[in-house]
């Protein structure tokens, strides 16, 4: 009971800390909407594959910038007080919960503006979100632990990137291979088996956060 109070307060902690500073979320959703623009102006008409594939570009850019905002508030002297506050494990999972849901945001709008502004039809809407959330979460996953990795180092961006590419990559071929497959007219059984592989990375990912952050968290 005391772990579920400290993650709900410390989910609290950085929703309040990035309402006050509205930087990172207002420039991330700018980037989003005027990159949309920019394509559109530039590919007028894409195949639904291609359309795929972009989306995925300007998703994950804009979830890996605001991923450099994880652990900004908690370095120096607010790190150690948080450490005599809650455990590492309820830390870990309200920054894991809170990516989730700021990286379904950002998801989500990359999702409907690219559909609106390309007048994209998809066939399996259901299936094709289905493919996002457990793509952009296992993402997430990984730039969280990632960024708990960088933190204490003073070119966080540039190791953060070092680290992730080489996760990110069979996460982000597993994401486009089923995605692929849920905009075809009818579904095929590959599909289930691609989403039970991103279900699997997804605790993994997240296993793997909760296991070695106690461990990040005391250097």
Known sequence: MNNVKEIRHLIYKDYILDLRSK??????VVYIFSTVYVCYLSFSNLESQH????????????????????FIN?????????????????????KLLYQWFFSTFLALIVWFSTMTIFST????????????LLGIWAISNVLTLNNALSSSTKNSPTVLAILSFP??????????????????SEIPADYYSMVLALGLLNLLTATLA???????WRY
């Open 210 to 216: 909760y296991l070695l952050f106690p461990y990040l």
């Open 23 to 28: 930087n990172v979320v207002v420039s991330t």
């Open 51 to 70: 359309w795929y594939s972009l989306f995925w570009i300007i998703a994950l850019f804009a979830v890996t910038n605001a991923a450099n905002k994880i």
């Open 74 to 94: 908690d370095a120096g002297e607010n790190r150690i007080y948080l450490y005599s506050l809650a455990s590492p494990q309820s830390v870990i999972i309200s």
């Open 167 to 184: 996760v990110l990559l069979p996460v982000l071929l597993t994401t486009i291979k089923a995605g692929r497959l849920s905009m075809l």
């Open 121 to 132: 039809s998809i066939p399996h809407q259901g299936p094709s979100l289905v493919v996002v």
